[in-house]
């Protein structure tokens, strides 16, 4: 393929304009010619991929678009399977499939050349690129437009104004409860749980089955409640910068020891609380443990704030919880590839073969929380409260925020553990 660039028409111009639209940066129409609107496309990809915002196509944004720039089609990589490109290239699986009709899914050869599938058989849910709070509302919209039977409501507001957005899937008996993102550097939980949905909702509406479930029986069985986002203020701050007119501005610095990047170490929320450790569970011990910290205010992670659910996040995910009949909750976060399972001794007697089930699907070991972390979470304050199984599960590896590339990973080691969960309360 030759390097493409503004001026220039063709059938090159026209996979470039469909790619781009698949990953979300391109409005236009395929009509094969390289103008301003292309051109803003592609600068627009780059600077989201750290590559020199040009305007043009050469060999590293060819690779970062996923195309051989020989061949146009993409290049089978040790690792792949069709699940998870479809993952990496943002593009629905039963279009890939389609596009690539000789293709044996369970052989694929490293060097193998797939189709990439025309525009308009894209996935919704972008899960190769940081997700702010904006691309998960515009998300959402699309998904309710494409499945109407997707319910969406408000459950509360963050300090900001933002919509603490809620998904219910399903019509069933067994209530369960999944949220992601109660820490800002964690926002790979929303991408899971949007991500989720959407497969769940097709999956559906296709009447195919999704890792062996019917998900039209789960839908009778079950409804999956799904907070995604419970701290879009923070992720905001986090991924965008903090804004000249955050309400917070200063001391929002002050809280950061004087810092201005918030990129790497903010957790809490924008009031610099940390939103897991303001639930009512032992709340007093956690405090103990942050004078023992040093804590004593607002600050990028640790602080349990003032009194319990004093946070509007916090109080809208326990007020949601008590509006509900959840037999099941997993809070999402991130790192250590681990579930915790237990509160001081009061998991409800089924929590630990429950537990060990959802080890054995996701390859997550098991674990008990010690010290800081072990008090005022919300799994902890679920499992006080109700005595019903409640889980914190610690997804992908590394050091915070993880980067996006591990997304193929975290959904394929979490998808049959979200289904089984959605599932085993109602067995
Ligand atoms: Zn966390």
Same mark, same amino acid.
């Given at each position: 393929?030759?390097?493409? %660039?503004?001026?220039?028409?063709?059938?090159?111009?026209?996979?470039?304009?469909?790619?781009? %639209?698949?990953?979300?940066?391109?409005?236009?129409?395929?009509?094969?010619?390289?103008?301003?609107?292309?051109?803003?496309?592609?600068?627009?990809?780059?600077?989201?991929?750290?590559?020199?915002?040009?305007?043009?196509?050469?060999?590293?944004?060819?690779?970062?678009?996923?195309?051989?720039?020989?061949?146009?089609?993409? =290049?089978?990589?040790?690792?792949?399977?069709?699940?998870?490109?479809?993952?990496?290239?943002?593009?629905?699986?039963?279009?890939?499939?389609?596009?690539?009709?000789?293709?044996?899914?369970?052989?694929?050869?490293?060097?193998?050349?797939?189709?990439?599938?025309?525009?308009?058989?894209?996935?919704?849910?972008?899960?190769?690129?940081?997700?702010?709070?904006?691309?998960?509302?515009?998300?959402?919209?699309?998904?309710?437009?494409?499945?109407?039977?997707?319910?969406?409501?408000?459950?509360?507001?963050?300090?900001?104004?933002?919509?603490?957005?809620?998904?219910?899937?399903?019509?069933?008996?067994?209530?369960?409860?999944?949220?992601?993102?109660?820490?800002?550097?964690?926002?790979?939980?929303?991408?899971?749980?949007?991500?989720?949905?959407?497969?769940?909702?097709?999956?559906?509406?296709?009447?195919?089955?999704?890792?062996?479930?019917?998900?039209?029986?789960?839908?009778?069985?079950?409804?999956?409640?799904?907070?995604?986002?419970?701290?879009?203020?923070?992720?905001?701050?986090?991924?965008?910068?903090?804004?000249?007119?955050?309400?917070?501005?200063?001391?929002?610095?002050?809280?950061?020891?004087?810092?201005?990047?918030?990129?790497?170490?903010?957790?809490?929320?924008?009031?610099?609380?940390?939103?897991?450790?303001?639930?009512?569970?032992?709340?007093?011990?956690?405090?103990?443990?942050?004078?023992?910290?040093?804590?004593?205010?607002?600050?990028?992670?640790?602080?349990?704030?003032?009194?319990?659910?004093?946070?509007?996040?916090?109080?809208?995910?326990?007020?949601? =919880?008590?509006?509900?009949?959840?037999?099941?909750?997993?809070?999402?976060?991130?790192?250590?590839?681990?579930?915790?399972?237990?509160?001081?001794?009061?998991?409800?007697?089924?929590?630990?073969?429950?537990?060990?089930?959802?080890?054995?699907?996701?390859?997550?070991?098991?674990?008990?929380?010690?010290?800081?972390?072990?008090?005022?979470?919300?799994?902890?304050?679920?499992?006080?409260?109700?005595?019903?199984?409640?889980?914190?599960?610690?997804?992908?590896?590394?050091?915070?925020?993880?980067?996006?590339?591990?997304?193929? %990973?975290?959904?394929?080691?979490?998808?049959?553990?979200?289904?089984?969960?959605?599932?085993?309360?109602?067995?």
């Amino acid at each position: 393929m030759r390097m493409l %660039k503004i001026g220039l028409r063709g059938d090159e111009v026209a996979a470039l304009q469909t790619r781009l %639209k698949n990953l979300g940066y391109y409005p236009g129409a395929i009509d094969g010619i390289f103008g301003p609107q292309t051109e803003l496309a592609v600068i627009r990809f780059q600077r989201d991929r750290g590559l020199t915002p040009d305007g043009i196509v050469g060999p590293h944004t060819y690779n970062a678009l996923g195309i051989d720039s020989e061949s146009g089609l993409y =290049t089978v990589q040790a690792g792949d399977t069709l699940y998870t490109i479809s993952l990496k290239l943002n593009i629905s699986l039963p279009a890939l499939r389609a596009a690539n009709p000789g293709i044996d899914p369970d052989n694929l050869r490293v060097g193998q050349r797939l189709n990439i599938p025309k525009a308009g058989t894209t996935a919704i849910v972008s899960t190769n690129t940081d997700y702010t709070y904006d691309m998960m509302v515009e998300d959402i919209q699309d998904l309710q437009r494409r499945y109407p039977f997707l319910e969406v409501g408000v459950a509360g507001q963050s300090v900001l104004g933002r919509n603490l957005y809620y998904l219910k899937l399903g019509n069933g008996p067994n209530q369960v409860f999944f949220n992601g993102a109660h820490h800002s550097l964690e926002w790979i939980t929303t991408v899971l749980l949007m991500k989720f949905t959407e497969n769940f909702l097709q999956a559906y509406a296709n009447g195919t089955a999704i890792r062996g479930y019917n998900p039209r029986e789960i839908w009778n069985m079950s409804s999956i409640y799904i907070i995604p986002m419970i701290n879009p203020d923070g992720i905001d701050l986090v991924l965008k910068g903090l804004q000249r007119n955050n309400p917070f501005y200063q001391q929002l610095i002050s809280w950061n020891n004087g810092s201005s990047d918030f990129s790497r170490n903010w957790q809490a929320n924008i009031r610099g609380v940390d939103l897991n450790h303001n639930y009512n569970a032992s709340w007093q011990l956690s405090k103990q443990a942050e004078l023992a910290y040093g804590i004593t205010g607002p600050r990028p992670t640790r602080y349990s704030g003032p009194y319990p659910e004093s946070e509007p996040e916090s109080r809208a995910v326990a007020d949601f =919880t008590r509006a509900h009949d959840f037999q099941l909750v997993i809070a999402f976060h991130s790192q250590g590839e681990v579930i915790y399972w237990d509160y001081l001794g009061m998991a409800a007697p089924q929590a630990w073969e429950i537990a060990n089930q959802l080890s054995k699907v996701s390859g997550y070991a098991l674990d008990q929380t010690t010290g800081i972390a072990s008090y005022a979470g919300y799994k902890d304050w679920f499992i006080e409260q109700y005595r019903r199984p409640g889980f914190t599960v610690e997804v992908g590896h590394g050091t915070n925020p993880l980067p996006i590339s591990q997304f193929p %990973k975290i959904y394929n080691d979490n998808e049959g553990l979200l289904l089984l969960a959605s599932v085993i309360t109602a067995q």
